[in-house]
């Protein structure tokens, strides 16, 4: 029998999911003279451009003015908070994209809030090839996306950065398919409160690299939803399994962390 009732989200999963094949459409033509340029997301005045989401609340709320910009870094910061409370939160930049490169200029600062998970000390990340944010659920932790991990120095023990974690998704590596939640890159520590610089070389749905300081880290292929996650498997009945492009957001996850540099520089596919 032909199917004619939908629930509602699915309804605007359907929606969102028209907005961003449009959106990478005029990605693709709108924005081709801004190839090979690098090109600032972040205008070092305030969050225009951006859309916050944190889990528990709707698309757009600001919780405790979580991200903001204070002397022309953005900021993810706690001042406003007594507990963390799994509000984990994302920073969507506007637009989607699927051939470029994205560099970050990092570094963690401070103390971590309390209530935060262990594992989150000094610990944040630069989603790419993201689910648009509309199409979250208002309690959902973390979008379905690539996920770069950035991680601080504890002082002591070995914690590279640029590792690559998979919510809802999946990679190829060396002609295998990756099933596991991160993987560590080759990066070595970077400990204290250092300015630390990131570059992420995303080329549709073939490859994507992870680069610290000038030099590769992590290399892996074929990006792709993970169908045994029941969104993610939502999600690839419209768009097909393998990620071409998405969105890119910055994440919130109890440490705080500052950003001096976010820009683009779009390759040709």
Known sequence: M????????????????????????????????QRGKWVSLFNGKNLDGWKPKVAGHPLNENYHNTFRVE????????????????????????????????????????EQVPGGPGWALRNS?????????????????????????????????????????????????????????????RSKTYHRENWVTVEIEVRGNESIKHIVEGKAVLEYAQPQLDLRDKHASELAKRTGKLLKGGYICLQSE???IEFRRVEIQQLSP
């Open 71 to 110: 002397d022309g870094l953005l900021k993810v910061v706690y001042d406003g908070y007594e507990r963390f409370d799994r509000k984990f939160g994302h920073l969507f930049y506007q637009t989607p994209f699927t051939h470029y490169r994205l560099r970050v200029e990092y570094r963690f600062v401070g």
């Open 125 to 185: 990340g630069v989603m790419v090839h993201s689910e648009a944010p509309e199409s979250m659920a208002q309690d959902q932790d973390f979008p379905v996306s690539i996920e770069v991990q950035l991680l601080g120095g504890n002082g002591s023990q070995s914690r590279p950065t640029a590792n690559l974690c998979t919510p809802g998704t999946n990679v190829v590596m060396a002609g295998k398919l990756v099933t596991r939640h991160c993987t560590n890159s």
């Open 2 to 33: 032909l199917r004619t009732c939908f629930t509602a989200r699915e309804v605007l999963a359907g929606l969102v999911l028209v907005v961003v094949c449009g959106g990478l459409a005029a990605e693709d033509k709108g924005q081709s003279d």
């Open 254 to 256: 109890s440490h705080p």
